[in-house]
């Protein structure tokens, strides 16, 4: 339906038919000749009209009212389309605008713009007129559409039925092009966190000193403390507690390097368990247990044993950290989490 | 060639005589074989629970047992109170009891027109305390205060109780329902919560055909309550090195803060540690495991024995742990796996 001072081309060329007829019955060629040229004016100028128009005359509140706005003009002319904002007037919104849209036929250009109004009130209201500016070679000329007449209906209630509660208000599911600002900038921050805690990682860790024991060969780091414990002369000089305290830890420590048995947290009878038959010479796991033994004496039961017990305590733990060191071919590289 | 001498050859410091205190405690411990010899009689299996009935009275300690009924509780603390020629009491927790019925209370004498001394069960040598948990807390907190204190006072007298005395309280596990569990600061007075089980399989045909057989258990006493009390003090006299007092009191610090001794997978498991009494507990029932195994000092192995029966009341495990499904036992073990032994 249209409501419009649309000239159409069709019935334009059926007035021009019977134009043509009165002209040639009247035989006047002076009046030919007028009407001829009076029929031409629109054609050699260059015609622009605007329409506004909608499918529907009746709607009801806060449905969107679709609105084509369709301009037709030469196509050497530029047509500018009006600057919709958010609302038209205190009643009605522009809900959302298509692009113009343009086809050429022949010498014309046709533009159409689809634009979503929603009118927030009832009754008869007039849609308003849209203006549009025409630039004819430097000329500027502006035309507008008719207003539309549409019927807003407000929302029918059956009074004969229960009070609804209240809608709650509609969920627009988010769309991925929302979500991707925030994804990027989680990603960025999480990354720079990483970055971050890597660094501090890093940094704690070349500045923390790597034990020793971690880098050498047990059995060689071991011999070495055992010579350092030699060194010290401790039982020489009356502290025998301390001297065994030493020889048992680093006996321990070597098991738990050599074996991976958490030899420092277990008793003398739960390492001696721990130890398997398949790990070492029954004689040499005899050997440490004596020492073991001795050592659980002097360091709680304050006994103190002689120069010859001493020595041969030394003697027995190098003699079992060499008998059991690992061989070239056996090895495996350690980390200090081993 | 190995040559070492044996330990008692070996020289011992002066300042504290190992040696002289190893044979104190071969000669003061030799009324350890005769009673369970003559416990034995009785009850069949049940080692575990005996001992650490012996640990608990040589320590001057009371323990909450927990298990099953059937078990030889009962049996266990009155063969021990026979043996040692003691009094025995029992008393059955019910949730009518009142703090009179354990205590006693003061009665009236018509005749004489005045107020009279009726002395409660709790004025006996060994009382089993038989589902402690049905009874509610004012009874409970009667108890548990003449335990602490070792006395009990009626009207306007305070009487000591005579001692050895040994408090054990059983819990049953099984039924939750309608009982008063006793709030931590209160278990916290029990030296050791032993955890006992079934018999093995032979111990219970031995046990079944006794029973059957009717054969009367006939315990007699075999000691006095004066060897009891003369091994007491012999129990506070075996030797503790600094290294394992150092190391009871890493394990019991372990508890508190887990994070500190490396175990950090505690952390979060953990609602609160031992208290100082479990230090207390722990090194006292170390000795006291030292003398049972006849030693005159005590190493980690002793610590290591009794840390589960200290612990396990002691410890608070978080509402994570009980989700993840862990205990208190597995919390001991791992501190006792992480902490350095000296």
């Given amino acids: ?338 | 060639m190995v040559l070492f001498l044996q330990p008692n050859k070996l020289n011992f410091m002066e300042s504290i005589d190992i040696k002289a205190l190893n044979e104190k405690i071969q000669q003061d411990s030799a009324f350890l074989e005769i009673l369970n010899l003559e416990i034995g009689k009785s009850i069949v299996g049940q080692k575990y629970m005996l001992e650490r009935l012996m640990i608990a009275l040589l320590s001057q300690g009371h323990i909450l047992l927990e298990g099953v009924p059937g078990l030889a509780k009962t049996l266990a603390i009155k063969s021990l109170s026979e043996a040692i020629d003691t009094k025995f009491s029992r008393i059955q927790f019910t949730p009518d009891l009142l703090p009179a019925d354990i205590l006693g209370t003061m009665v009236y004498n018509q005749s004489k027109g005045n107020f009279e001394v009726k002395k409660g069960p709790i004025f006996s040598n060994f009382i089993l305390s038989d589902e402690i948990n049905r009874a509610p807390a004012k009874v409970q907190s009667a108890l548990l205060q003449a335990m602490q204190e070792r006395n009990v006072t009626l009207g306007d007298t305070t009487y000591k109780l005579e001692e050895p005395f040994l408090v054990m309280a059983t819990q049953n596990p099984i039924e939750q329902e309608g009982t008063y569990n006793l709030p931590e600061a209160q278990v916290d007075r029990f030296m050791l919560k032993v955890k006992i089980s079934y018999p093995e399989f032979e111990e219970e045909r031995q046990i079944m055909r006794q029973n059957v057989a009717g054969a009367p258990s006939g315990i007699k006493p075999v000691i006095s309550a004066a060897t009891i009390l003369k091994a007491r003090d012999t129990v506070r006299e075996v030797y503790m090195d600094e290294k394992i007092e150092k190391y009871i009191l890493d394990i019991i610090f372990a508890t508190r803060e887990p994070v500190k001794y490396k175990i950090d997978n505690l952390k979060h498991l953990i609602s609160y540690g031992g208290s100082p009494r479990a230090s207390i507990s722990m090194a006292m029932a170390s000795k006291a495991y030292a003398f049972i195994k006849r030693r005159g000092y005590v190493i980690p192995e002793d610590v290591r024995a009794v840390a589960h029966d200290v612990l396990r009341h002691r410890i608070g495990i978080t509402y994570e742990a009980e989700a993840e499904n862990i205990n208190q036992e597995e919390i001991i073990h791992t501190i006792l796996n992480r902490v350095e032994v000296p």
Wanted: proline share 4%; aromatic share 10%; hydrophobic share 40%.
């Fill in chain 1, 1 to 338: 339906m249209s409501f419009t001072v649309k000239l159409r081309f069709e019935k334009r060329w059926q007035h021009v038919y019977c134009y043509l007829r009165l002209i040639f019955k009247f035989s006047n060629f002076q009046i030919a000749t007028f009407l001829i040229c009076f029929l031409l004016i629109p054609f050699t100028s260059g015609a622009q009209t605007a329409t506004a128009s909608t499918k529907e005359k009746e709607y009801q509140i806060g449905d969107w009212i679709p609105v084509d706005l369709f301009v037709s003009a030469a196509s050497n002319n530029q047509v500018a389309f009006p600057n919709l904002k958010d609302s038209i007037s205190p009643i009605i919104e522009v809900a959302n605008y298509n692009p113009v849209d343009t086809v050429k036929k022949g010498g014309q250009n046709e533009y159409h713009q689809l634009v979503n109004l929603i009118v927030f009130d009832t009754g008869q209201i007039m849609l308003p007129r849209f203006q549009f500016l025409v630039n004819s070679n430097g000329k500027l000329d502006t035309i507008v559409s008719e207003s539309i007449l549409v019927h807003v209906a407000g929302v029918k209630i059956d009074t004969t039925k229960d009070i609804k509660p209240i809608k709650e208000p509609l969920k627009i599911p988010l769309t991925f092009k929302e979500i991707l600002p925030f994804l990027i900038g989680t990603i960025i921050l999480a990354l720079i966190a990483a970055l971050i805690a890597w660094y501090i990682i890093e940094r704690k860790r070349k500045n923390q000193p790597v034990d020793e024991k971690y880098l050498l060969p047990p059995h060689v780091w071991a011999l070495k403390e055992l010579d350092k414990l030699q060194r010290d002369k401790l039982w020489q000089t009356g502290a025998v507690k301390n001297y065994y305290s030493r020889l048992t830890d680093i006996a321990r420590t070597y098991i738990e390097l050599r074996y991976h048995i958490s030899a420092m947290e277990r008793t003398t009878d739960e390492l001696m368990s721990a130890m398997h038959k398949g790990m070492m010479k029954q004689s040499l796991k005899k050997d440490l247990n004596e020492v073991l033994v001795m050592s659980d004496f002097v360091k709680f039961a304050k006994a103190q044993p002689d120069f010859i017990e001493n020595e041969n305590s030394m003697r027995i733990i190098k003699e079992f950290i060499d008998k059991t060191k690992q061989l070239e071919e056996e090895k495996k590289p350690l980390t200090q989490k081993d």
